[in-house]
T-cell receptor
Framework: GIQVEQSPPDLILQEGANSTLRCNFSDSVNNLQWFHQNPWGQLINLFYIPSGTKQNGRLSATTVATERYSLLYISSSQTTDSGVYFCAVPKAGGTSYGKLTFGQGTILTVHP | NAGVTQTPKFQVLKTGQSMTLQCAQDMNHNSMYWYRQDPGMGLRLIYYSASEGTTDKGEVPNGYNVSRLNKREFSLRLESAAPSQTSVYFC?????????????FGDGTRLSIL
């Protein structure tokens, strides 16, 4: 099956710093999603970004499908950005939109 | 609008006991999912239901059974719990059949098997 690797595994920032999280995947995909899991364990959809660039406030994401990677940018980080960031892609097959394979996540800690 | 509701939130079982985790969604979604999350391993799909009346195995189905009771409810059953099933279990739902619909997650069930 498809492999998803995220880097770095851990990231510690001072409030106000910028950061870039990376997601590499082993096969072509038509669907890539970024999720944030907050310190209380809740999972929130951030982006659906199969290709190109999207922005939502201080967060933006870019996927280069031909090179099989996606980047999540966090600017002017805040303590509320802390948590685990996951990328996820569908398993192989055209009807597999729902069958997601998750990366192992990047644990982000933002200190005040 | 509650979204996806999971019960219970916490549970401790002894090895060999059985248990059913409940999940209900009020967004009229066709598809529902069960994942488990273990430390350092991200989320892994256990079972998936594309629509009412259908279920399909995910990545780690062994030791689990599911029931899609109706469009709203999708339950996960552990018939004989094992310590390896200690995990956090998430239920999710989404639409399907369109280009993309996001998955909405419940708050999780933290399950410990002693």
């Amino acid at each position: 099956g498809i492999q998803v690797e995220q880097s770095p595994p851990d990231l510690i920032l001072q409030e106000g710093a910028n950061s870039t999280l990376r997601c590499n995947f082993s096969d072509s995909v038509n669907n890539l999603q970024w999720f944030h899991q907050n310190p209380w364990g809740q999972l929130i959809n951030l982006f659906y970004i199969p290709s190109g660039t999207k922005q939502n406030g201080r967060l933006s994401a870019t996927t280069v499908a031909t090179e099989r990677y996606s980047l999540l940018y966090i600017s002017s980080s805040q303590t509320t950005d802390s948590g685990v960031y996951f990328c996820a892609v569908p398993k192989a097959g055209g009807t597999s939109y729902g069958k997601l394979t998750f990366g192992q996540g990047t644990i982000l800690t933002v200190h005040p | 609008n509650a979204g996806v509701t999971q019960t219970p939130k916490f549970q401790v079982l002894k090895t060999g006991q059985s248990m059913t985790l409940q999940c209900a969604q009020d967004m009229n979604h066709n598809s529902m999912y069960w994942y488990r999350q273990d430390p350092g391993m991200g989320l892994r799909l256990i079972y998936y239901s594309a629509s009412e009346g259908t279920t399909d195995k995910g990545e780690v189905p062994n030791g689990y059974n599911v029931s899609r009771l109706n469009k709203r409810e999708f339950s996960l059953r552990l018939e004989s719990a094992a310590p390896s099933q200690t995990s956090v279990y998430f239920c999710a739902s989404s639409e399907i059949g369109r280009a993309y619909q996001p998955q909405h997650f419940g708050d999780g069930t933290r399950l410990s098997i002693l």
